[in-house]
């Protein structure tokens, strides 16, 4: 049985800083691409940043490069989500996930991804 849980959102100031943590069972990160995906009310699910399956290849979305930070602990078995910098903006439930067959073409696609994880809050106050 296949589970991801995410730890560590909360509500930060402006400015504030988070880091998320998603924890995995059943699967071993480092056969999988894994991603970070949020969602705001009444908006679309955005990704966020991301591993990929291989290469060792790192991706973050425009709106979070420079302030986000993805990395992994494979002793672990355990992705983070550094997040610096945090504005309204970012306000979201934040999921985990892991895809064993995601393409390039397709990694930012929540669609590509086989596994999720229920999601933390992240609420930044302004």
């Known amino acids: 049985q296949v589970q991801l849980v995410e730890s560590g959102g909360g509500l930060v100031q402006t400015g504030g800083s988070l880091r998320l943590a998603c924890a995995a069972s059943g699967l071993t990160f480092s056969r999988y691409a894994v991603a970070w995906f949020r969602q705001a009310p009444g908006e679309e699910r955005e990704y966020v940043a991301g591993f990929s399956r291989t290469g060792g290849y790192t991706y973050y979305a425009d709106s979070v490069r420079g302030r986000f930070s993805i990395s992994r602990d494979n002793a672990k078995n355990t992705v983070y989500l550094q997040m610096n910098g945090l504005n309204p903006e970012d306000t979201a439930v934040y999921s985990c996930?892991?895809?064993?067959?995601?393409?390039?073409?397709?990694?930012?696609?929540?669609?590509?991804?086989?596994?999720w994880g229920q999601g933390t809050q992240v609420t930044v106050s302004s």
């Open positions: 996930a892991a895809g064993q067959r995601v393409i390039t073409s397709s990694l930012r696609l929540g669609a590509a991804y086989d596994y």
